[in-house]
């Protein structure tokens, strides 16, 4: 499913006409250097620009400002423990960059200096012990990119569709390649004791956010990490060291985090019971639904990224991932789920890591009802909103991996819709 | 060569004690929960930190201010006409973050806004065409993770060890994920015509840049890329539109690309003669000498990340990199060059991209003279900087990719030398 994309020789951009400046250098000899008067409208090839002091450590230009975490104020009682969003309908390729990633608190992202940090592994182990960020420094390191995504993300559109823009909607997940010190390594220093069989895991925040995980998670693939896209974690990303438990559920991925307990039960907290579970119709819940399944999202075109154009060569792209390993393919529909076709990954599917996905259409100019549909290589297919709610309800709040509908207008603009 | 570090199980740590407050919890029961005296001293664990609206494009955290881009004043007459170093030293895994990573350009960063911004394809086409960006996001699109390494890198050591710290001596460098147009499909959608065996690309800034470019390259990767690493290309990295020539020396990666020519011939500008060729003993030059050999340096220990703690565990780590292809192997030598040791690498390496290596080992806290020696898929084996030196004398700038030596003492503290 992994290519390049076809070689486009004439492939119909020039016939279906390129749009605002794009267009034919008029005769042949203009043709061999810019038009001048272009030229005398260009003030930044006749003047110095910024030197390489101005920006020590760079932002994103001013034109870009738009392109930033949002909150929805409504959604929670205060900022402090609330959630914003990545914009994904602005971004492209598959790593997030962590001054616009996703992030989610319980009681406020906290200053929490190196030198004062301190983890402790405790409970059933043979020797309990507390690591300094220098003493975790010292072990070895792996480096992975991984996909978070809360729990909640899209958990406004169970009701039906809600939050107009995908960034609303799917902007509750990042990716980073994280570099830290397997958990493994340091349960392995202080001895799992045979009756483990669960830590709990918690952060120095006031809200501490304990959550339960099995061993057998803990001693895999969990990382203790303490970078992100290569540099510090961000102070609301968890500075200096968060846990990362990869594929499951982002509320797990203790940030700050100060203490692994090893138990022979899960704790049953508050972020696992009250919190983070599913309920159903018939009002009891789902418990333990760690995993996000496999699901995907068109980011453009969308209601934040509307087609400015006519007809003609149209990119549809978004996004896919799955918790049980790689994506293997992705399907797009333009008819609300009639038909589909299979779409171009940009690079083969990584392990629990986003993958980027396109479309490249001749458009008519009609109206589209956009859908993207993901597999993983467990053979597992992303569900449509109506058979999740056939099984759960309406009551949940977490874990809708539901297809999502865009209906893209004849003049570009788009709206969150169902399909029945 | 790729792995998972070893299972660490009563590995030694414990052995050679942890630094700081690295230590066993006293007694068994007080290991069953955090000392109250340390919760005491948690301010963090009992207020309200930020909330999500704090940060809607969020910076390093404050205690991390000293991972910035820096420059040298000495190396260029002005900072206009400069460069600066990204802080390799302080960063992990492979991805640099757009913020911090290493810039030069000719005549400073320009403020180009998108719908200001033309591309023209002519010279040896069919049909001379001019793109606006919105044009640019009709076509198809690929993702590729690339290093960037600029020609000159390096370069201050020919005559011998000069600048202290990884920053300075390879910090000329970045990696990032580009999300683009194939160059070749531009080129195919204007129809080079058949006398067409080169291209001149060039920038919107006032130095323009020229550079010549095989066509044969232009139509394999060359990538005319708008993001990095997720999000629109920053100011300083050629907002919006950058070529990207995997591999290949950065100044030819040409930063606010406003113009490809088709041309029979190379043009020999100004960046291709006077500078960015190699001048050898003789007084004579190499030119065309396009392609980034394989080279690595070791991040840390090194002058700017001296070893802060006494004899045990001790991670080496750094990066590699090939303009020819994949990393196969990396390196390690503590010994000046006399003994070597496979390092691990974090991931597979991948084609023209920074492959992150480490190697764990017990040290005894005696001195060390460190080196790293790459190796890529072709078989090329990094070369020392004498032997470099025997073939190429002691006039060159550019193309700098011998073995770097730190030597590191006893207390730890690490200096930029060279070993005979």
Same mark, same amino acid.
């Given at each position: 499913m992994t290519d390049r994309p076809g070689a486009p020789t004439r492939r119909g951009f020039l016939k279906a006409g390129l749009a605002g400046g794009g267009a034919l250098v008029a005769g042949g000899a203009a043709a061999?250097?810019? +038009?001048p008067l272009i030229t005398e409208k260009q003030p930044w090839a006749q003047m110095w620009g910024d030197?390489? +002091?101005?920006?020590p450590y760079g932002m994103p230009? %001013?034109?870009?400002?738009?392109v930033i975490r949002r909150n929805v104020? @409504?959604?929670?009682?205060?900022?402090?423990s609330s959630v914003n969003f990545s914009p994904i309908h602005a971004l492209d390729g598959t790593i997030t960059p962590q001054g616009c990633a996703f992030e989610r608190h319980h009681s406020g992202a906290i200053d929490l200096p190196k030198e004062d940090y301190r983890l402790m592994i405790n409970g059933l182990v043979e020797t309990p012990l507390v690591f300094t960020y220098a003493d975790l420094e010292r072990f070895p390191r792996v480096n992975h990119t991984y996909f978070l995504e809360c729990a909640?993300?899209? &958990?406004?559109? @169970?009701? &039906?569709?809600?939050?107009?823009?995908a960034q609303f909607t799917h902007g509750m997940i990042h990716n980073m390649e994280y570099s830290g010190v397997p958990l493994r390594m340091l349960l392995e220093e202080a001895g799992v004791k045979p009756e483990g069989k669960w830590v709990y895991v918690e952060g120095?925040?006031?809200? /501490?956010?304990g959550r339960s995980i099995p061993l057998d998670k803990a001693l895999d693939d969990c990382l203790v990490a303490f970078k992100a896209n290569g540099e510090a974690l961000r102070k609301e990303h968890g500075y200096p060291v968060r846990l990362c438990v990869p594929g @499951?559920? &982002?509320?797990? @991925?203790?940030?700050w985090l100060r203490r692994v307990e090893v138990t022979t %039960?899960?704790? %049953?907290s508050r972020e696992e019971t009250s919190k983070y579970t599913d309920t159903l119709a018939d009002g009891t819940s789902r418990k333990w639904t760690w995993v996000m399944d496999a699901k995907s999202v068109?980011?453009? $075109? /969308?209601p934040q990224s509307p087609?400015?154009?006519? $007809?003609g060569p149209l990119v549809i792209t978004g996004l896919a991932w799955s918790g049980r390993g790689a994506i293997s393919r992705v399907d797009v529909s333009r008819d609300g789920g009639k038909s589909w076709q299979t779409a171009r990954l940009a690079q083969p599917g990584q392990n629990m890591a986003l993958s980027r996905f396109y479309l490249d259409i001749d458009w008519d100019g009609s109206e589209m009802l956009l859908q993207s549909r993901a597999m993983d290589e467990t053979g597992y297919v992303q569900p449509t909103k109506n058979a999740l709610r056939e099984i759960r309800?309406?009551? /949940?709040?977490?874990?809708?991996n539901g297809i999502q509908t865009w209906w893209v207008k004849a003049n570009g603009e788009a709206e969150n819709v169902e399909v029945s």
């Open positions: 061999q250097e810019p +038009d030197g390489v +002091d101005a920006t230009i %001013e034109y870009e400002s738009d104020g @409504w959604l929670t009682a205060d900022t402090i909640a993300n899209s &958990g406004m559109e @169970w009701a &039906g569709a809600q939050l107009n823009g120095a925040d006031a809200s /501490s956010n @499951w559920e &982002g509320n797990m @991925w203790i940030k %039960e899960a704790v %049953e068109i980011t453009s $075109p /969308s087609i400015t154009h006519g $007809p309800g309406l009551n /949940s709040i977490y874990h809708n």
